[in-house]
Every structure is written in C-alpha cells, then in structure tokens.
C-alpha cells in the first residue's frame, strides 16, 4: 500500500503589477510546455504518433 505524505501548506504572494502578472503567466506556461512534452516522450508509441499528438495539443492550446 502507497505512504500518504502529509499535506504541505504553502504561501503564495502573486503580482501585483501587469508586468509582473505576465511574466508569471509566461513561466507557468513554460512548464506546463515542459511537462506535455516530457509526457509525450514517454509514451509508448511510435514517433510520429507522438509529433501528431504533440501538434494536436498544439493546436488546441492556440485555438481562440
């Protein structure tokens, strides 16, 4: 059976300023760019499986 870790109790003081709300936008979008890709790649399927999922979420994510 899986250890249950305690829950962690965090502070977050966001921006105040545009400037500073987009450049939090930007980083959390940068991760989350990272955290899709490295998802993809570990998939079990073949490459071009994965460049067309990539390009769907791609699609996806810019589609207003």
């Known amino acids: ?5 305690a829950p962690i109790n965090m502070i977050v003081h966001f921006p105040s300023s545009e400037k500073g709300k987009h450049e ?3 980083r959390v979008a940068d991760v989350h ?3 899709v ?6 998939l ?3 490459a071009q ?3 067309q ?7 996806v994510s810019t589609y207003k």
């Open 1 to 5: 059976m899986a250890k249950r870790n």
């Open 24 to 26: 939090l936008a930007n």
């Open 33 to 35: 760019a990272l955290f």
């Open 37 to 42: 890709n490295q998802s993809i790649k570990k």
């Open 44 to 46: 079990n399927c073949p």
């Open 49 to 51: 499986q994965k460049i």
């Open 53 to 59: 999922l990539l390009d769907a979420v791609i699609k």
